[in-house]
């Protein structure tokens, strides 16, 4: 079950385009890592950071990119909204963070290759849930619930 403020339920589409907008950031910080360096990258990282931090607490709620896929985008990009367990999102939002915050810790100790490799990682895994529907978090969420890491009232509608 989802902590913070995260919602049992959520749009598997908002998360989606949330992603897209995840790899328009990235993308973008990978290009200032490798050409400008120093203070924008470290400022664009942060914003990630930042970004996933509060979808990992709240979901979309407090989130730029998460209310601009839920109020707009979801529905222009893929219709009906289609409503999925909020726990494996919740947990796929964790692993961003992770990520995030490692490409940070590079970007601040000035290893801007290794800022863009990480962040290249982030953008592989944001691409399949954004382009594929495929979320890499969600299946980690499914196979530890699988292998008793996870109990498996965690979210009801993911055990298998």
Known sequence: MPFGEFPERVNEHA???TAMLVIALAVVTIACALSIQGGVTIALNLLLVVGFALRLWAGPKYSL???LSVRYLARA???EPRIVSGAPKQFAQGIGLVFSVVALLFSVSGLFVATSVTLILLVA????EAFLGFCAGCWIYRHAQRAGILPPDACETCAI
Do not use: D, P, V
């Open 15 to 17: 998360a989606r385009t």
């Open 65 to 67: 990119f998460g209310q």
């Open 77 to 79: 990009a893929f219709g």
């Open 125 to 128: 895994a944001a691409s399949a």
